[in-house]
């Protein structure tokens, strides 16, 4: 399974970027999927998933300010995100596959994407 990344930039503080993300031979709309984020120098975390059981859930963090959402046409898996702050900036990537567990623990997934570079200036 191929998972890749797209639309990462960089931006000032209150712009807005959309990611998306796809994957080869499986489809988003059947499993659990998220998207993360490691902020430079720091740890991997959970931004948002899609699950199954629950739809969409967010950190506390992006609450409000960024919607994940699921293409099934084109099987995408998208992460729109509005009032950017320099605390968003990192590599995002998109995780497929719960296997099981929470949905903010980056070992839960099976598939991932290389990442996509975001950077927001203040």
């Known amino acids: 399974v191929e998972v890749v990344e797209s639309g990462g930039d960089s931006v000032q503080a209150g712009g807005s970027l959309r990611l998306s993300c796809t994957a080869s031979?499986?489809?988003?709309?059947?499993?659990?999927v998220a998207w993360f984020r490691q902020p430079p120098g720091k740890e991997l975390e959970g931004v948002a998933a899609?699950?199954?059981?629950?739809?969409?859930v967010y950190a506390d963090s992006v609450k409000g300010r960024f919607t994940i959402s699921k293409d099934t046409s084109k099987n995408t898996l998208d992460l729109q995100m509005d009032n950017l702050n320099p605390g968003d900036t990192g590599v995002y990537y998109c995780?497929?596959?719960?296997?099981?567990?929470?949905?903010?623990?980056?070992?839960?997934?099976?598939?991932w994407g290389q990442g996509t570079q975001v950077v927001v200036s203040s």
């Open positions: 995780a497929t596959v719960k296997k099981s567990g929470n949905w903010f623990t980056a070992v839960n997934y099976v598939y």
């Open positions: 031979t499986i489809s988003m709309s059947g499993f659990d």
């Open positions: 899609f699950l199954s059981d629950e739809g969409a």
